[in-house]
């Protein structure tokens, strides 16, 4: 370091103070720097010096090789180290999508998804949770989570319903609320960490067969699967009072308790890409609601906005976006903000603006004084403590729709047919965001299944994947499940299970006298054909790598006390949201046992 005045190095002056000293010595690179955020695996950590980058994230899957949490710990690392040795020595704040549990991260805790969360209704669990993932997202030295989702789902298709709490505005303001008290409180010393809200706004409210991903932006690295894509990154096509109403209120509340970064929508608000939105960006969000965190865009979006890309820029950073997730693109976008501000198209007080929200968090995160974090918190993935707190989740999410003839609770003295590959999968179990940006099925990272449980409650337990049998057992315990998926990929225009799943039921029906469903999904599933051959039928949401657990309910010695926080619903008429007021299971529905 050289030539530098250090008023800004002071921990004992005002932010604002130390800020403003920072900005005044920083040349228009360093500041473009700041805004830039680039994905590990297309930047080097001598591309964050030379480019004076502000953030690097792993993207879903961005994992170092072989994926361990000590590498993670180093691969993090390295690039802020690289930040700290430039001419000023901003920290580099590295970010994550660790949406349930710190799930790019080989052998880390697999918490249940949002949408089993939101059907808990338990703030504590919540709070925990978040709690443990944060100290996760800190061991391997990143301050920053993409999370909470606070989207509010209206429609199931969507491939991004398990991401949200409920369908329902105030349970999902009550349940981000408490996951972000959490995550902002990992309670390790002065370390701390940063929220994120997402997605601003009205990502939960877009119309089926509405997306329209343009062309050239699948070009390049960017391989969406255009036909699949149906809803998700579409157009929500709602009035602004209903915007505020059901999609805007979370937000009022993330902000008052203290999140500092929110991520700008993929999608469209009555046709105009969110990204470009500076009426909700710049007037409502940093506005009237006056947020004064930073406001980061989405992977690639900015590059929808205009097949010119240097519109695509001058809009998004005009129209507030201050830090730039530009995984691939970043020496472009640099280059093309750049000239923005050389032509008179980007104000110098935009970019010191942006530049003056970035730092504003980086110093309160403490990055300046403490860029690395203690190794000994490693400890925390895959802990005792972490994987209890999992099963308990998963016992509070797991759903119970239906119990007649007093199919539940099971006891020891039955026998008992396991049928399904579900019911021994744990990639199956967690469902997308894990280990992989989509996820899969099979052994993906560590674990226990619900096979595993019920073969510790009884010795008298017959596996069949495809529910055959040599011989009638007392109860059946069926599990089925969704194959993973992320986002648009997850779009789905058929919610009813497939038949595969169906003749697994009639399977196994005919092969014991009580029928169990346990279903593993990321959205309720239209059961219509088989419900009558269940006597009991759980929805299990995607709990996670510790659903063993669940076998503690089906035995009775946990209860079930889920409700639904989205209506279950029978027919595909019952679709969007609005019409599904003739469902048999509506939201709150669920039994107690
Ligand atoms: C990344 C994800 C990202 C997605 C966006 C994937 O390649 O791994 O993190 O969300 O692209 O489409
Ligand atoms: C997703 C975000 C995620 C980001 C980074 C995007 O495609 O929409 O939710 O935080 O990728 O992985």
């Known amino acids: 370091m050289q030539n530098v005045n250090t008023i800004y190095q002071d921990v004992n002056r005002p932010i604002a103070e130390r800020v403003d000293d920072l900005l005044s010595q920083m040349t228009l690179a360093e500041k473009i720097g700041q805004m830039t955020q680039a994905e590990k695996d297309s930047i080097p950590p001598e591309d964050v010096k030379t480019y004076f980058i502000g953030s690097v994230l792993s993207g879903g899957g961005g994992v170092p090789d072989p994926n361990t949490p000590a590498n993670w710990r180093e691969m993090v690392k390295a690039y802020i180290k690289a930040s700290t040795e430039t001419r000023l020595g901003i920290p580099a704040i590295y970010g994550v999508d660790a949406v349930h549990g710190h799930n790019n991260v080989a052998g880390a805790t697999i918490f249940p998804h949002n949408i089993g969360l939101g059907a808990s209704r338990d703030t504590d669990l919540i709070y925990r949770t978040a709690q443990a993932t944060a100290r996760t997202i800190l061991a391997t030295n990143s301050h920053w989570n993409f999370s909470p989702a606070v989207s509010v789902p209206q429609d199931l298709r969507w491939g991004r319903t398990y991401e949200g709490y409920s369908e329902d505005t105030d349970i999902v303001t009550e349940m981000s609320q408490a996951y972000l008290e959490g995550l902002l409180n990992p309670d390790l010393g002065d370390v701390k960490m940063l929220g994120c809200a997402k997605h601003f706004v009205g990502d939960g409210g877009t119309t089926w067969g509405s997306t329209k991903i343009p062309k050239w932006t699948l070009l390049g690295n960017w391989q969406v699967n255009e036909d699949v894509f149906q809803i998700d990154q579409g157009d929500t096509q709602i009035d602004e009072d209903e915007l505020r109403r059901v999609h805007l209120t979370p937000y009022i509340t993330a902000i008052a308790g203290g999140v500092r970064s929110v991520m700008v929508s993929h999608s469209m608000w009555n046709g105009v890409k969110m990204h470009a939105h500076k009426y909700m960006i ?180 017959v596996y069949s994947v495809d529910g055959n049998a040599d ?30 799943q169906k003749q697994l039921i009639k399977t196994a029906r005919a092969n014991c006298d009580k029928l169990v469903l346990v279903i593993y999904s990321g959205r309720p599933l239209i059961i219509e054909d088989v419900v009558a051959d269940c006597d009991a039928v759980i929805a299990g949401w995607l709990p996670g790598s510790e659903a063993s657990a669940l076998a503690d ?36 529905h669920g039994l107690t046992l």
């Open 471 to 500: 011989t009638k057992a007392d109860v059946g315990v069926v599990v089925i499940a969704e194959i993973p998926y992320a986002e648009g990929e997850g779009d789905c225009a058929d919610l009813n299970i497939t038949d595969e």
């Open 553 to 588: 309910n089906l035995f009775g010695v946990v209860p079930f006390t889920a409700k639904l926080s989205y209506t279950w619903i029978d027919s595909m008429e019952q679709l969007p949201r609005k019409n599904n007021g003739s469902a048999k299971w509506q939201i709150g």
């Open 282 to 461: 710049t007037d409502v969000l940093k506005g009237e609601m006056g947020f004064t965190g930073f406001v980061v865009s989405d992977w690639m979006s900015i590059n929808q906005i205009d097949e010119d890309y240097y519109v695509c820029v001058v809009k998004a950073v005009n129209a507030g976006v201050d830090m730039n997730m530009v995984p691939y693109d970043y020496k472009l976008f640099i280059e093309t903000l750049t000239k923005a501000v050389q032509n008179g198209d980007v104000s110098q007080d935009r970019i010191d603006d942006a530049v003056r929200r970035i730092l504003t968090v980086k110093f309160e995160l403490g990055l300046f004084e403490q860029p690395f974090i203690d190794e000994s918190y490693l400890s925390y993935l895959g802990s005792d403590e972490h994987r209890a707190l999992a099963r308990e989740g998963a016992q509070k999410t797991a759903t119970l729709l239906k119990n007649e003839d007093v199919a539940l609770p099971l006891n020891n003295t039955q026998s008992v047919l396991v049928a399904g590959q579900a019911a021994d999968d744990i990639g199956l179990a967690c469902g997308g965001w894990t280990i992989s940006w989509q996820g899969s099925a099979g052994a993906i990272t560590t674990g226990t299944t619900l096979l595993d449980g019920i073969r510790q409650h009884s010795d008298n337990v």
